[in-house]
């Protein structure tokens, strides 16, 4: 089993939430735990602030994140003082959250812990380097609300989506925003050269790469959202493909659109995709294309029925109808289906 | 030195370079004290240990680095001195934040005592040594923290305890849940529930089952979980029992560690001294090996710079393809005038004076070939605009107001001014500007000023230098009206200084104003204008002879 994981080399786990209270927390206990049982040594970090007993905003109580013995974890030092004696502290970080800086520790027993957030990408790569050098296998980043920013692939290796009743009130309305940001994260990889090297380009020069006659060429504005500079650029010439150093909204797409042919679109990433489904399908029913330089690994989409709010989805359904929608990507449910759900994951995660 | 001064001489620039990485170093910086006249010995110290530091690593860049190295690791212990002091236990993490500066403070001692051994230090090895003992009882030294076992001798049992308790607790819950799962098709989730489809046929007799509770439900599923057994109640006391010694002994541990440190602190205030001054002599080392600085030694009475350069002004050079002329003058206390045509440089020389002055002051290797310099009490710029729209003054209402400002110090400091009475009628601006420097001739103070008042050179008792000036015939050669203003002007002008031996004053105005593209016709003009007035009339008004 162990070997899998190694094939697939997911040495970082992203969990991203599509809401507050989705149910992240108990998806990260779950791997934990199973990750615990096959003697792995793992490292729990934080982007935002996450592991706090109460929700920030709804003030509802909130699983804590509970840490295998041998653990490490990331996060502001003061925080480990409440059980101090449980944990070797082993390094501060230069890396700061509003509660002090970042702090390496090991879990010398089994503890509950609050994870103060790092902040930034630079931040958490950090982190991440510093918890492989400590021997850390597996590495769980807690994606705090609407950072779908740790699925990142220029972060994490993979990423474990959970889609929580807490999105929406009807289970169309959620299934609807499932499939949307889902979609968004397993966009496909630009696969032209051409396009591959724009997207190169728009990254390390922060600026706008189009593609003319065969030909790359950066263009002088850094985003969509700059109105006169795209419309003078769009009207420039003839532009087979674009590529984005930044992130794709709605807006973005509506200015394209004004290019009266289609472009190929390439992004950094998925997680810098911000447009809704209903402007993606016009986008693409224009012949236009929308890929990334670097994808996404979706590991799985984690389902909860049950919102903080007090209403509960058919578990049954729910799942079935998101792996509808996900597919190919597995789905579990890690209430219900316990560690055994974890198995799926584990062998797309090694399917590669 | 005011605000104004600081702007005037583009401190700034500079002073955010200067960068130590500790936080007590940083915290040093904020409050740096410039030194002052008696301090000339202390002076003298700060410099030669950063020429000693500069010298020792400039051949040894993996010592540097080392050095470096553990200064950006280097942790600020302050606050928990303070704990200390006001009785307070400090926790696990203020410990790790103490062990941690111990352990790269102590490298760092050891490593500057080798490398530089008249490095001022205020703490002995044997301090840092035996304290980082304290915080580390195991016998292998690391730069981690906990509450080993090593700390006392009761905590290795009480783990133990505990542990074998914690495992009874979680073997009472297995077995009772092995049970269950026997009886039921079920299977626990992470955290160690039972979640059940209420349409399940099981449910009736899950929820009549004495060993599990129901401790919630939704709409689809009821959630069990094991009741407590009187077995695992006994095990769930017995286990808070274990914890509740162990953490005693912790808490002991802690109380033991903030007695033992309470008679440390004043070695601890020490240590952070220390460090916070190695971190701003190596600060200072590293930016003053930017651009080679020298030493500037000590003179009661003269400034003298030979080869000086201001290296934010330098650095805008640079950029834009131009070259900085080091600057070569001595001032005296006294009055000392610079004169010479516009563009050439002598308002650079007056900046970089003064802050060349600064850095000295505030125990810099200055940018200089050499230097020699006294410890003044007050460093004054009267140089640029410092129109004060808010208290009603003018340029020249200002500028009066801080020479006036400088003039009651009853102090000999460095007074630095640009062009005093430019801003008001030639006439008498030329008369303020002679009888200004009179007055400062006869003063102990240091002043150095720029002017175009061929006033001014009729105070004999002045010191002057000129400069160069623009050189070869004429304000244009054809060529160069092609070229770029500052490129022309650079070929031709010569920014260096010379001692004044009764040359004319510069007369370069016009051609500097051809080289920076005013039309001829204005200058044609211009040209005329001067050779119709009468020399007499053109002295009158302090442009020439």
């Not at chain 1, 224009?286 to 709010?309: F, H, K, Q």
């Not at chain 2, 008792?461 to 050669?477: F, I």
């Amino acid at each position: 089993m162990q070997d899998r994981w190694k094939k697939g080399r997911v040495h970082s786990l992203a969990v991203v939430g599509l809401a507050k209270n989705a149910g992240k927390t108990t998806v990260l206990n779950t791997l934990a735990s199973r990750l615990e049982a096959e003697g792995r040594s793992v490292g729990f970090l934080s982007i935002g602030v996450d592991g706090e007993e109460r929700d920030v905003w709804t003030l509802k109580k909130k699983p804590p994140v509970v840490l295998p013995p041998g653990s490490l974890a990331a996060t502001a030092a003061s925080l480990l003082d409440e059980k101090g004696g449980d944990w070797e502290l082993l390094e501060t970080t230069p890396l700061n959250t509003p509660l002090g800086p970042v702090t390496l520790a090991r879990a010398l027993r089994r503890v509950r812990v609050k994870l103060a957030g790092v902040t930034r990408k630079e931040g958490v790569r950090e982190v991440l380097t510093r918890f492989r050098e400590r021997g850390a296998e597996q590495i769980l980043v807690d994606g705090a609300y609407d950072r779908k920013a740790a699925a990142s692939p220029w972060i994490t290796d993979a990423a474990i989506c959970v889609a929580g009743a807490a999105i929406a009130r009807s289970l169309d309305g959620l299934m609807e925003k499932t499939e949307e940001a889902v979609h968004l994260l397993t966009l496909p990889e630009a696969k032209d050269p051409l396009l591959r090297s724009a997207a190169e380009q728009a990254v390390t020069e922060n600026r706008l790469v189009g593609i003319r006659k065969g030909r790359v060429e950066a263009l002088p504005c850094s985003s969509l959202l700059l109105a006169d500079r795209v419309r003078e650029v769009l009207d420039g010439g003839e532009w087979r493909g674009l590529a984005l150093p930044g992130s794709l909204t709605d807006r973005g797409l509506e200015r394209l659109r004004g290019a009266g042919h289609p472009v190929d679109l390439v992004l950094a990433d998925p997680t810098r995709a911000f447009v809704s489904l209903r402007s993606l399908r016009r986008f693409y029913r224009e012949g236009s294309t929308l890929s990334c330089l670097r994808v996404v690994r979706l590991a799985a989409v984690a389902v909860n029925p049950v919102s903080p709010s007090g209403y509960t989805f058919d578990p049954g359904e729910m799942k079935e109808r998101t792996a509808r929608i996900c597919h190919p990507v597995p789905v579990f449910d890690a209430v219900r289906d316990g560690v055994d759900g974890l198995e799926e994951i584990k062998r797309n995660i090694s399917g590669g | 030195m005011d605000d104004l001064t600081r702007r005037a001489l583009r401190w700034e620039d500079v002073w955010s370079k200067f960068r130590p990485r500790t936080p007590m170093g940083q915290r040093a910086k904020e409050s740096l004290p410039p030194f002052m006249p008696g301090e000339e010995s202390e002076w003298q110290e700060v410099l030669t240990e950063q020429q000693q530091l500069l010298q020792a690593f400039g051949n040894d860049p993996a010592g540097a680095d080392r050095v470096d190295y553990h200064l950006s690791r280097l942790t600020d212990p302050t606050g928990v001195i303070r704990m200390l002091e006001s009785g307070e236990v400090p926790k696990v993490s203020d410990w790790f934040r103490v062990k941690t500066f111990l352990w790269h403070g102590e490298k760092l001692s050891s490593l500057i005592r080798k490398a530089v051994p008249r490095f001022r230090m205020e703490t002995a090895a044997e301090e840092w040594a035996s304290a980082l003992r304290l915080l580390n009882p195991a016998p292998s030294l690391g730069p981690s923290f906990s509450l080993s076992d090593d700390f006392d001798s009761r905590l290795k049992a009480l783990r133990r305890a505990w542990e074998e308790e914690d495992r009874r607790v979680r073997e009472t819950a297995e077995r009772t849940a092995r049970d269950v799962e026997r009886d039921f098709p079920l299977r626990r989730n992470g955290e160690g529930e039972w979640v059940v489809d209420r349409r399940s046929g099981h449910l009736p007799a899950l929820e009549r089952d004495s060993r599990i509770r129901r401790v919630r439900e939704t709409p689809f599923d009821a959630v069990f979980r094991p009741v407590s057994t009187p077995k695992r109640k006994e095990a769930l006391r017995r286990r808070e029992i274990a914890a509740a010694r162990l953490e005693a002994v912790q808490g002991e541990v802690l109380e033991g560690l903030a007695a033992s440190f309470r008679s440390r602190t004043g070695f601890l205030t020490r240590a952070v001294e220390e460090m916070g001054r190695l971190d701003l002599q190596r600060a200072r080392a590293e930016l003053a090996k930017g651009w080679g600085g020298v030493r500037p030694e000590p003179d009661p009475d003269v400034f003298r710079i030979v080869g000086g350069v201001h290296p934010a002004v330098a650095a805008s050079l640079e950029s834009k393809g131009r070259r900085f002329s080091p600057v070569d003058v001595t001032v005296l206390r006294g009055a000392t005038v610079i004169i010479g045509p516009n563009m050439g440089g002598k308002t650079v020389t007056l900046t970089t004076v003064g802050f060349i002055a600064a850095l000295g002051q505030y125990g810099f290797l200055v940018p200089a070939r050499s230097c020699s310099m006294p410890l003044v009490p007050w460093i004054v710029g009267i140089i640029g605009d410092a129109q004060e729209t808010r208290s009603g003054l003018s340029t020249f209402g200002a500028e009066v107001r801080r020479i006036v400002g400088s003039l009651e110090r009853g102090s000999d400091g460095l007074l630095l001014i640009d062009e005093p009475g430019r801003g008001t009628n030639p006439v008498e601006g030329g008369a303020l500007a002679a009888a200004l420097t009179r007055h400062l001739a006869k003063r102990t103070l240091w002043s150095l000023q720029v002017t175009h008042f061929r006033e001014v050179l009729e105070v004999k008792e002045a010191r002057v230098y000129r400069v160069a000036g623009l050189w070869g015939p004429g304000a244009l050669s054809p060529e160069g009206a092609e070229e770029p203003w500052e490129r022309a002007l650079e070929k031709r002008m010569d920014y260096r200084l010379l001692p004044w031996s009764g040359e004319p004053m510069p007369r370069n105005a016009l051609d500097i104003a051809g080289i920076l593209g005013l039309p001829p016709d204005i200058l044609r003009e211009a040209r005329k204008r001067i050779g119709e007035k009468s020399d007499g009339s053109m002295e009158n008004k302090g442009v020439g002879k």
